[in-house]
Protein backbone atom coordinates (compact mmCIF):
# COMPACT_ATOMS: atom_id res chain seq x y z
CA UNK A 1 0.00 0.00 0.00
CA UNK A 2 1.19 3.58 -1.08
CA UNK A 3 2.51 5.75 1.88
CA UNK A 4 2.92 9.46 2.59
CA UNK A 5 3.68 10.40 5.47
CA UNK A 6 3.54 14.43 5.80
CA UNK A 7 5.54 16.04 9.25
CA UNK A 8 6.79 19.78 9.89
CA UNK A 9 3.80 21.39 10.78
CA UNK A 10 3.56 23.88 13.56
CA UNK A 11 2.57 26.97 14.72
CA UNK A 12 4.22 29.46 13.35
CA UNK A 13 3.99 33.58 13.47
CA UNK A 14 3.54 35.62 10.50
CA UNK A 15 6.41 36.05 8.42
CA UNK A 16 8.10 33.21 10.09
CA UNK A 17 9.29 30.37 7.92
CA UNK A 18 8.47 26.49 8.01
CA UNK A 19 9.89 23.47 5.91
CA UNK A 20 7.43 20.68 5.38
CA UNK A 21 8.60 17.19 4.31
CA UNK A 22 6.75 14.07 2.97
CA UNK A 23 8.12 10.96 3.08
CA UNK A 24 7.50 7.97 0.60
CA UNK A 25 7.43 4.40 0.41
CA UNK A 26 6.00 1.26 -1.02
CA UNK A 27 5.85 2.60 -4.44
CA UNK A 28 9.01 3.97 -6.86
CA UNK A 29 8.82 7.67 -5.75
CA UNK A 30 11.19 9.07 -8.71
CA UNK A 31 8.55 7.71 -10.98
CA UNK A 32 6.12 10.00 -9.85
CA UNK A 33 5.53 13.84 -10.06
CA UNK A 34 4.37 15.49 -6.68
CA UNK A 35 2.07 17.58 -5.36
CA UNK A 36 1.27 19.93 -1.99
CA UNK A 37 -2.75 20.76 -1.53
CA UNK A 38 -4.28 22.28 1.25
CA UNK A 39 -7.05 23.06 3.52
CA UNK A 40 -8.14 25.74 5.42
CA UNK A 41 -10.14 24.46 8.38
CA UNK A 42 -13.56 24.24 6.98
CA UNK A 43 -12.91 24.88 3.67
CA UNK A 44 -12.43 23.46 0.30
CA UNK A 45 -9.34 22.05 -1.18
CA UNK A 46 -6.28 24.40 -2.59
CA UNK A 47 -3.70 23.39 -4.95
CA UNK A 48 -0.42 24.87 -3.92
CA UNK A 49 2.50 23.34 -5.92
CA UNK A 50 4.08 20.58 -8.41
CA UNK A 51 6.79 18.86 -9.28
CA UNK A 52 7.32 16.58 -12.07
CA UNK A 53 9.16 13.45 -11.55
CA UNK A 54 13.16 14.42 -11.41
CA UNK A 55 12.60 17.88 -10.03
CA UNK A 56 13.73 19.69 -13.05
CA UNK A 57 10.15 21.32 -13.39
CA UNK A 58 7.95 23.03 -10.86
CA UNK A 59 4.76 25.10 -10.47
CA UNK A 60 2.68 27.59 -7.99
CA UNK A 61 -0.22 28.34 -7.26
CA UNK A 62 -0.41 32.90 -7.79
CA UNK A 63 -1.10 32.79 -4.19
CA UNK A 64 2.33 31.26 -3.42
CA UNK A 65 4.39 32.21 -5.87
CA UNK A 66 7.50 33.36 -4.84
CA UNK A 67 6.98 32.81 -0.73
CA UNK A 68 6.88 28.69 -1.32
CA UNK A 69 9.68 26.60 -3.16
CA UNK A 70 8.91 23.19 -3.87
CA UNK A 71 11.73 20.32 -4.18
CA UNK A 72 12.91 16.15 -3.79
CA UNK A 73 15.34 14.26 -2.80
CA UNK A 74 14.58 11.08 -5.13
CA UNK A 75 17.31 9.34 -3.27
CA UNK A 76 15.98 10.16 0.20
CA UNK A 77 12.24 9.68 -1.65
CA UNK A 78 11.35 12.60 0.42
CA UNK A 79 9.22 15.67 -0.87
CA UNK A 80 9.82 19.15 0.78
CA UNK A 81 7.86 22.26 0.92
CA UNK A 82 9.81 25.41 2.08
CA UNK A 83 7.36 28.04 3.17
CA UNK A 84 8.81 31.51 3.77
CA UNK A 85 7.07 34.73 4.31
CA UNK A 86 3.94 33.27 5.78
CA UNK A 87 0.92 34.99 6.50
CA UNK A 88 -2.36 34.22 8.37
CA UNK A 89 -3.97 32.86 5.09
CA UNK A 90 -1.67 30.06 4.76
CA UNK A 91 -3.12 28.24 8.13
CA UNK A 92 -4.35 24.97 6.82
CA UNK A 93 -4.18 21.15 6.50
CA UNK A 94 -0.93 21.01 4.47
CA UNK A 95 -1.37 17.03 2.19
CA UNK A 96 1.30 15.75 -0.40
CA UNK A 97 0.24 13.22 -3.09
CA UNK A 98 1.72 11.68 -5.94
CA UNK A 99 0.68 11.63 -9.12
CA UNK A 100 1.45 9.81 -12.22
CA UNK A 101 3.21 12.01 -15.03
CA UNK A 102 1.20 14.48 -16.06
CA UNK A 103 -2.00 13.08 -14.50
CA UNK A 104 -3.97 14.07 -11.43
CA UNK A 105 -3.23 13.03 -8.12
CA UNK A 106 -3.62 9.21 -7.16
CA UNK A 107 -2.51 8.75 -3.51
CA UNK A 108 -2.27 11.31 -0.55
CA UNK A 109 -0.92 11.79 2.30
CA UNK A 110 -2.91 12.34 6.04
CA UNK A 111 -1.65 15.83 6.25
CA UNK A 112 -0.18 18.04 8.10
CA UNK A 113 -1.28 21.34 10.14
CA UNK A 114 0.13 24.60 9.71
CA UNK A 115 -1.04 27.44 11.93
CA UNK A 116 -0.23 31.02 11.11
CA UNK A 117 -0.71 33.06 14.14
CA UNK A 118 0.95 35.64 16.90
CA UNK B 1 -7.18 33.39 -12.79
CA UNK B 2 -8.97 29.88 -13.79
CA UNK B 3 -11.61 28.40 -12.14
CA UNK B 4 -13.81 25.42 -11.68
CA UNK B 5 -17.48 25.90 -10.78
CA UNK B 6 -19.21 23.43 -8.86
CA UNK B 7 -23.30 23.69 -6.80
CA UNK B 8 -22.51 23.76 -2.61
CA UNK B 9 -24.59 21.01 -2.27
CA UNK B 10 -26.96 18.11 -3.49
CA UNK B 11 -29.25 16.35 -1.68
CA UNK B 12 -30.67 12.66 -2.49
CA UNK B 13 -32.45 10.04 -0.96
CA UNK B 14 -30.65 6.68 -0.40
CA UNK B 15 -31.20 4.63 -4.27
CA UNK B 16 -31.60 7.54 -6.11
CA UNK B 17 -28.94 9.19 -8.60
CA UNK B 18 -27.35 11.84 -7.77
CA UNK B 19 -25.11 14.43 -10.00
CA UNK B 20 -22.31 16.82 -9.68
CA UNK B 21 -21.74 19.20 -12.18
CA UNK B 22 -18.26 20.90 -12.98
CA UNK B 23 -17.79 24.12 -15.19
CA UNK B 24 -14.65 25.33 -16.58
CA UNK B 25 -13.61 27.14 -19.89
CA UNK B 26 -10.56 24.51 -20.28
CA UNK B 27 -12.56 21.52 -19.68
CA UNK B 28 -13.11 21.13 -23.38
CA UNK B 29 -9.58 20.70 -23.41
CA UNK B 30 -8.45 19.40 -20.29
CA UNK B 31 -9.65 16.30 -18.31
CA UNK B 32 -11.95 16.68 -15.27
CA UNK B 33 -11.10 14.03 -12.33
CA UNK B 34 -13.04 13.96 -9.10
CA UNK B 35 -12.16 13.47 -5.55
CA UNK B 36 -14.34 11.92 -2.57
CA UNK B 37 -13.37 13.81 0.67
CA UNK B 38 -15.04 12.45 4.27
CA UNK B 39 -15.22 14.67 7.33
CA UNK B 40 -10.99 13.94 8.73
CA UNK B 41 -9.99 12.01 6.16
CA UNK B 42 -7.79 12.50 2.61
CA UNK B 43 -9.48 12.94 -0.08
CA UNK B 44 -9.53 9.98 -2.37
CA UNK B 45 -9.69 9.76 -6.41
CA UNK B 46 -13.30 8.46 -7.85
CA UNK B 47 -12.91 9.23 -11.36
CA UNK B 48 -9.72 10.21 -13.13
CA UNK B 49 -9.40 11.39 -17.07
CA UNK B 50 -13.18 12.35 -17.13
CA UNK B 51 -14.67 8.86 -16.94
CA UNK B 52 -12.14 6.28 -15.78
CA UNK B 53 -13.14 4.61 -12.07
CA UNK B 54 -9.29 3.65 -10.13
CA UNK B 55 -9.70 0.38 -8.70
CA UNK B 56 -11.56 -0.25 -5.48
CA UNK B 57 -14.12 2.31 -6.65
CA UNK B 58 -17.37 1.25 -6.64
CA UNK B 59 -19.37 0.88 -10.40
CA UNK B 60 -22.18 3.11 -9.02
CA UNK B 61 -19.11 5.92 -9.48
CA UNK B 62 -19.17 7.28 -13.33
CA UNK B 63 -18.38 10.92 -14.97
CA UNK B 64 -18.55 12.09 -17.96
CA UNK B 65 -17.95 15.36 -19.78
CA UNK B 66 -19.56 17.84 -22.53
CA UNK B 67 -18.23 21.23 -23.44
CA UNK B 68 -17.53 23.36 -20.83
CA UNK B 69 -19.32 20.68 -18.16
CA UNK B 70 -17.92 17.24 -16.20
CA UNK B 71 -20.29 15.55 -14.24
CA UNK B 72 -20.72 13.28 -11.83
CA UNK B 73 -22.93 10.76 -11.40
CA UNK B 74 -23.46 8.36 -8.13
CA UNK B 75 -25.93 5.81 -9.44
CA UNK B 76 -28.24 4.46 -6.33
CA UNK B 77 -26.25 6.65 -3.92
CA UNK B 78 -25.56 5.06 -0.32
CA UNK B 79 -25.50 6.80 2.65
CA UNK B 80 -22.12 5.88 2.86
CA UNK B 81 -21.52 8.09 -0.27
CA UNK B 82 -22.06 11.39 1.91
CA UNK B 83 -19.33 13.15 1.40
CA UNK B 84 -18.00 16.49 -0.29
CA UNK B 85 -16.92 16.10 -3.67
CA UNK B 86 -14.03 18.12 -5.35
CA UNK B 87 -13.58 17.90 -9.40
CA UNK B 88 -9.48 18.49 -10.44
CA UNK B 89 -8.40 19.97 -13.57
CA UNK B 90 -5.34 21.89 -14.72
CA UNK B 91 -5.79 25.33 -16.59
CA UNK B 92 -6.08 25.52 -20.31
CA UNK B 93 -1.89 26.46 -20.10
CA UNK B 94 -1.28 23.11 -17.44
CA UNK B 95 0.85 25.20 -15.50
CA UNK B 96 -2.16 25.87 -12.94
CA UNK B 97 -3.88 23.19 -11.35
CA UNK B 98 -7.64 24.09 -9.65
CA UNK B 99 -10.24 22.20 -7.51
CA UNK B 100 -13.47 23.13 -7.40
CA UNK B 101 -15.38 24.89 -4.71
CA UNK B 102 -16.60 21.09 -3.36
CA UNK B 103 -20.07 19.86 -3.18
CA UNK B 104 -21.54 18.43 -0.24
CA UNK B 105 -23.82 15.50 -0.88
CA UNK B 106 -26.28 14.52 1.61
CA UNK B 107 -27.90 10.99 1.10
CA UNK B 108 -30.66 11.31 3.58
Known amino acids: EVQLVESGGGLVQPGGSLRLSCAAS????????MHWVRQAPGKGLVWVSR????????TYADSVKGRFTISRDNAKKTLYLQMDSLRAEDTAVYYC???????????WGQGTLVTVSS | SYELTQPPSVSVSPGQTARITCSGD??????ANWYQQKPGQAPVLVIY???KRPSGIPERFSGSSSGTEATLTISGAQVEDEADYYC???????????FGGGTKLTVL
Open chain 1, 26 to 33: KFTFSNYW
Open chain 2, 88 to 98: YSPDSSGNQEV
Open chain 1, 97 to 107: ARAPAGNSPDY
Open chain 1, 51 to 58: INDDGSST
Open chain 2, 49 to 51: EDR
Open chain 2, 26 to 31: ALPKKY
